[in-house]
């Protein structure tokens, strides 16, 4: 089966400060998927990749998918309060989602 | 639209009680899931259902089932209920099978 790693596994960052988050897959990717999840609540979907190469923006966060299709980053640019939360990274293994354990983060003033 | 919507949002059981998780969404969503988060484990499938009249097992399977009551519906039942399975239960669903997943806001479930 596929495993994901994402590192780390919690950060605490400053308000305005950059951030970044790696999900590393044990097999190669055919899709990769971020979303992010508040206390207590559902996943969001955020952005999927599928090429390597591949680069996706909205907002101020990017997400990466790098050439061998076996790493993914998470970037968020001058954070704020609202990008607080769990991010969690999933692969498309045969039309399902694996999941990383998920990375927390926490936006302090 | 409500999307993905689950009842109940708590409960609590005693061991060896049954229950019935309920999910319904309505985008006419193809595929549907059910999964488990626990602390430091992220998510694991339990089972999912890739269209209407179809399930199968996903990752953790073991003492739940499921039945994909129509397109837009798709319970988990919990037959006999231990303490292993004290965990945040969530919903989601997808067009087809390798589309974004809509995820519910999760049932949280104890079990004593």
């Given at each position: 089966?596929?495993?994901?790693e994402?590192?780390?596994?919690s950060?605490?960052?400053?308000?305005g400060?950059?951030?970044?988050?790696?999900?590393?897959?044990?097999?190669?990717?055919?899709g990769?998927?971020?979303?992010?999840?508040?206390?207590?609540?559902?996943?969001?979907?955020?952005?999927?990749l599928?090429k390597?190469?591949?680069?996706?923006?909205h907002e101020?966060?990017?997400?990466?998918?790098?050439?061998?299709?076996?790493?993914?980053?998470?970037?968020?640019?001058?954070?704020?309060?609202s990008?607080?939360?769990?991010?969690?990274?999933?692969?498309?293994t045969w039309?399902?989602?694996?999941?990383?354990?998920g990375t927390?983060?926490?936006?302090t003033? | 639209n409500?999307?993905?919507?689950?009842?109940?949002?708590?409960?609590?059981?005693?061991?060896?009680?049954?229950m019935?998780?309920?999910?319904?969404?309505?985008?006419?969503h193809?595929s549907?899931?059910?999964?488990?988060?626990?602390?430091?484990?992220?998510?694991?499938l339990?089972?999912?259902?890739?269209?209407?009249?179809?399930?199968?097992?996903?990752?953790?399977?073991?003492?739940y089932?499921?039945?994909?009551l129509?397109?837009?519906?798709?319970s988990?039942?919990?037959?006999?209920?231990?303490?292993?399975q004290?965990?945040?239960?969530?919903?989601?669903s997808?067009?087809d099978?390798?589309h974004?997943?809509?995820f519910?806001?999760?049932?949280?479930?104890t079990?004593?």
């Open positions: 089966s596929q495993e994901l994402q590192s780390p596994q950060l605490i960052v400053q308000e400060k950059n951030l970044t988050i790696n999900c590393t897959s044990s097999k190669t990717l055919y990769l998927y971020w979303y992010k999840q508040k206390y207590g609540e559902g996943l969001i979907f955020l952005m999927m599928q390597g190469g591949e680069e996706k923006s101020k966060i990017t997400a990466k998918l790098d050439e061998k299709k076996q790493q993914s980053s998470l970037h968020i640019t001058a954070s704020q309060p990008h607080a939360g769990i991010y969690l990274c999933g692969a498309d039309g399902k989602l694996q999941f990383g354990a927390q983060v926490v936006v003033p | 409500a999307g993905v919507t689950q009842t109940p949002k708590f409960q609590v059981l005693k061991t060896g009680q049954s019935t998780l309920q999910c319904a969404q309505d985008m006419n193809n549907m899931y059910w999964y488990r988060q626990d602390p430091g484990m992220g998510l694991r339990i089972y999912y259902s890739a269209s209407e009249g179809t399930t199968d097992k996903g990752e953790v399977p073991n003492g089932n499921v039945s994909r129509n397109k837009r519906e798709f988990l039942r919990l037959e006999s209920a231990a303490p292993s004290t965990s945040v239960y969530f919903c989601a997808s067009e099978r390798v974004e997943q809509f519910g806001p999760g049932t949280r479930l079990v004593l």
